[in-house]
T-cell receptor
Framework: GDSVTQMEGPVTLSEEAFLTINCTYT??????LFWYVQYPGEGLQLLLK?????DKGSNKGFEATYRKETTSFHLEKGSVQVSDSAVYFC?????????????FGQGTELSVKP | DTEVTQTPKHLVMGMTNKKSLKCEQH?????MYWYKQKAKKPPELMFV???????INESVPSRFSPECPNSSLLNLHLHALQPEDSALYLC???????????????FGSGTRLTVV
């Protein structure tokens, strides 16, 4: 079945460091890919998305490119801030999934130190 | 209005209690979802409603009973829960269950449930 694999955390960075969180997927057909962010004590917020190969999603300085050849959707940010500390979930939604349900990765906790 | 509103934000209940969680959206979304999330784990799908009809039940125990009174409201009725049911319960919505692959979901902030 469809699945998402994320790099394990926690990831600890200093402020202004470069961030990469790796995400790879296995899916039937051509899924859409998402990054969600969950700040402490809150629900999930959609950070960015890409619906077809070579699409680049971007938001709040974060970027991710849908790479069909490597089945990847890595999240990057050039300069992280303390306020970016959160758990990040990569997810896919496939047209062929029953009900179009989201398949989540395990999540990567990011901690940014001043 | 681009939000999913969940109430209450926190709930403590005993194992013999009956309580309900409420979820509301006014975005015209026709699919609504209940998820359960344990700390620092991904959300786990429980139920999917599409056009006010239950379309997916992920083998959830009967002590959890969903209800969709209309297209804007989703309830989760709780009865005789166990301590291991303590978790964050998230509601989400999407334009249509078959269209979520294009648009993703909008999540609420969740209800943090503690069963004592």
């Amino acid at each position: 079945g469809d699945s998402v694999t994320q790099m394990e955390g926690p990831v600890t960075l200093s402020e202004e460091a470069f961030l990469t969180i790796n995400c790879t997927y296995t899916a039937t057909g051509y899924p859409s890919l998402f990054w969600y962010v969950q700040y402490p004590g809150e629900g999930l917020q959609l950070l960015l998305k890409a619906t077809k190969a070579d699409d680049k999603g971007s938001n709040k300085g974060f970027e991710a490119t849908y790479r069909k050849e490597t089945t990847s959707f890595h999240l990057e940010k050039g300069s992280v801030q303390v306020s970016d500390s959160a758990v990040y979930f990569c997810a896919l939604s496939g047209f062929y999934n029953q009900g179009g349900k989201l398949i989540f990765g395990q999540g990567t906790e990011l901690s940014v130190k001043p | 209005d681009t939000e999913v509103t969940q109430t209450p934000k926190h709930l403590v209940m005993g194992m013999t209690n009956k309580k309900s969680l409420k979820c509301e959206q006014h975005m015209g979304h026709r699919a609504m979802y209940w998820y359960k999330q344990k700390a620092k784990k991904p959300p786990e799908l429980m139920f999917v409603y599409s056009y006010e009809k239950l379309s997916i039940n992920e083998s959830v125990p009967s002590r959890f009973s969903p209800e969709c009174p209309n297209s804007s409201l989703l309830n989760l009725h709780l009865h005789a829960l166990q301590p291991e049911d303590s978790a964050l319960y998230l509601c989400a919505s999407s334009q249509e269950s078959g269209q979520s692959f294009n648009y993703g979901y909008t999540f609420g902030s969740g209800t943090r449930l503690t069963v004592v």
